[in-house]
């Protein structure tokens, strides 16, 4: 008899799981953190947690639907114990609300969110940046994710980790979910979490000699704060063209922009990310590196 665990297999419902906030009082909601992956990494990715935000504010304000969200990680979470989500309403109106939700665990505060909510009008005007003119996903490069019901190719790139990938500082992401959520929240939820995945690879593409691979091993990297504006009506099916560029490094931190395309071209989310890119501490290591930020 064996006492080994077996790898658990992901798949895409258990991550809509974790996203779904549930109440715990006045503008209170907890969320589970989630499972240990398999390289025993035991950091919860921060995407995550703004996902379960958007949902909780969702859910705090039903009527209204989710425009934009801008999350500071400041803390790493953990897996295993609770997030806690605080709801600090800023404003409600007929039309707008907003609020700051702060996500603690253990007792700390982690990271925090700024939320904007409101009704949709109809158009005055409108107009939307064009999707990148690249190849379709049916020619791009698979790229191996272990989770089912998800499927990730890549533009030009085959090992988005590899120090020997160099190129422009872009990248152009399809992705795929099946099934799609049809809930407004979860939906935006799910747009939101791959929004931090690919954004200091974009950048170290440029750059020979470094990339993600060496994360947490010779270079320090972490996401530091991500901004997701929703462009209504946030719906599709079938593939999503994540694009990614990245307009400046240096002094440690890295900027990355993008845009979140439908495969027929609607736009429907952009984002921002900072990200920290700095060398590996060689003092002061009495945080495990499978446990830092």
């Given amino acids: 008899m064996t006492t080994e665990s077996v790898p658990t297999q992901w798949t895409l419902q258990m991550l809509l799981d974790l996203f779904e906030a549930q109440p715990d009082g006045e503008n209170k909601f907890t969320v589970p953190s989630g499972l240990a992956t398999a390289d025993e990494r035991q950091v919860v990715e921060g995407t995550q947690v703004l996902a379960a935000a958007i949902v909780a504010a969702a859910k705090r304000f039903p009527e209204k639907s989710i425009r934009s969200v801008h999350a500071v990680f400041a803390r790493a979470v953990m897996v295993g114990p609770p997030i806690e989500l605080d709801i600090d309403v800023v404003s409600e109106g007929r039309s707008t609300a907003s609020a700051v939700i702060t996500a603690s665990q253990g007792g700390k505060r982690c990271i925090t969110i700024t939320v904007l909510a409101d009704v949709p009008s109809g158009d005055v005007i409108r107009h939307h940046l064009p999707i990148a003119d690249v190849i379709g996903p049916e020619g791009a490069n698979v790229s191996e994710m272990p989770m089912t019901g998800r499927e990730l190719r890549l533009v030009d790139v085959l090992d988005v980790n590899s120090p020997d990938e160099v190129g422009p500082p872009e990248i152009h992401a399809w992705l795929h979910y099946d099934p799609v959520p049809q809930r407004d929240d979860l ?25 993600t691979a060496q994360a947490h091993l010779t270079v320090s990297t972490a996401p530091m704060t991500i901004a997701v504006s929703f462009h209504e009506p946030v719906k599709w099916n079938g593939w999503l063209l994540y694009s990614h560029e990245s307009t400046q490094v240096g002094a440690g931190m890295s900027y990355v922009r993008g845009t979140v395309h439908t495969q027929e071209g609607e736009l429907i989310a952009s984002f921002s990310q900072d990200g920290l890119i700095r060398p590996l501490r060689t003092t002061d290591t009495g945080i495990a590196a499978h446990s830092r930020l």
């Fill in 187 to 211: 939906a935006k939820a799910l747009v939101a979490y791959f929004t931090g995945h690919l954004g200091i690879s974009t950048t170290m593409r440029a750059h020979e000699g470094i990339g």
